[in-house]
Every structure is written in structure tokens, then in C-alpha cells.
């Protein structure tokens, strides 16, 4: 289970955080940047600078600061990730309070899932903030959820020999990952027991605003210990309450032109 380092460089960490800001949502201003990190505006705009002489940031005609050429979204148009983050995080900390644990909301980014919210739950023993983490979305129950919803043909690209030459060892097995897939499919939720951190469980639950293809998918993420069978009828129930809420506020937003 990956924890906050104790040797953790405030300065390093609030870049990191605008960067992943700025991949993930779109434009900041300076003053944005600040209220995001909670420190003053000559703060802010020194690690905005900082990102566009490293690339990761650049200005537009406005003065504000974008993505930069290291970053790159891939799957999501930033205005459409940057409105599902926006609805989604009210729900995710409904969610924490209802189930105790930590939450999160992913989108697939090719063969990988990328988390673009997370809300920490209070206890002292619990799963961190993962918000800008990525993951193979065949190990993580969000991405399991959004493979599942794929084409049969874009399926085989992704887990084509070819593509994993260079890494034959982290290659699933198709097959297997086909019919886990299929079971994920009929029961329509995911669980990942271990398989990107020991000592972590996490559920999954599909978004699926227009009713089609998975779009997104939030998650309960728990210590593997405070995990039992019998807490996943409840955890399952409220990671479908919460995707119904988001999905609901998502086809809202999306039908007033937001």
C-alpha cells in the first residue's frame, strides 16, 4: 500500500499537483493555481514557471497556464475529464462518508486507467489520495469495468505479443483476462484483491451517463484487512447509488451546453 513519504517535499508535491491539474482538467490562472494549493500567488506562479521551463506547463493568449508538450491526456478531451471531476468529487466524499473508505474516479487512458479524483477517507489505517496515479487497467477494478465495455478488436490491440515484447513478463493472459472480463461484465462491479499493491482491495463500479459504453468508473479502495465478504453487498450498493448520482448530474450538465 503506497503511503505519504515521510521525507515528502512540499514544493516537489504542490508541482506535481498542478501538473497533473493541468493534464487532467485544462487551464489555470495564477490565482486558480493558489486556491488549488492553499499558498500565496508568488508561490504558485514560481511553480508555474518552473513547469513551462521543464515543459510540463505552457501560456496561452490569456495568460493562463495549459498542458504542456510532456503532458499528455490521451483518451479524454480535458474539458469533458475536467466536468466529470468536477461533478464526481461531491459524490466521492458522500461515498467516503457513507462506506468509511477511500474513494476514487478513473478514466481508461489507452491500456491504462488514470486516476483523476480521489477523496481520503479519516481513518488512521487507509488507502491515500491516488488523484494523477496510473495503473494497467487489466489490475485495477475501474479499468477492468472500462475493458470490459470495449470492442473485441481493440481488446486485441491492446494485449497484441507485439506490443508487449519489450515487457513479456507484465503481459496478461488473454484468455484469462477475457473470461474475468466476461464476469465482470454479468455482475457489474469489479474487485482488484491485491494486484497493484499488496495489502489493498478495491471495488468497482462502472459510469455509464448515456446508458452505452462504460465511460468512467469509481472505486472503494480499503485496507485488505478491513476487507470481508460480507461487507460487499453493502460496498457494491453504494458504489451504485453514487455512479447513478454522477450519472445523473453528468447528463444534466452535458444537456445545459456545461
Known sequence: MKNRPSYAIASVDHALQLATALQVEGSLSVSEAAERLGVARSTAHRLLAMLVYRDFAAQDGDRRYVAGPVLSLGAHSQSRTALLRTLGLPHLEALVERVGETANLQILAGDHVRFIGSVECKQALRVGDREGMVFPAHLTSGGKLMLADLPEEQLDAFYA????????????????????????????????????????????????????????????????????????PHLVAALALTARDIEQDLVRALARGA
Request: overall charge positive.
Open 161 to 232: 505479443e507485439e506490443k508487449w515484447a519489450d515487457r513479456p513478463g507484465e503481459r496478461p493472459d488473454v484468455a484469462a483476462l477475457r473470461r474475468e472480463l466476461r464476469t465482470v461484465r454479468e455482475r457489474g462491479f469489479a474487485i482488484n484483491a491485491g494486484r497493484t499493491e499488496t495489502g489493498l482491495t478495491a471495488i468497482g463500479r462502472a459510469l455509464r451517463p448515456d446508458g452505452g459504453r462504460a465511460e468512467a468508473a469509481i472505486s472503494v479502495s480499503l485496507p485488505t484487512v478491513r476487507f470481508s465478504e460480507e461487507k460487499l
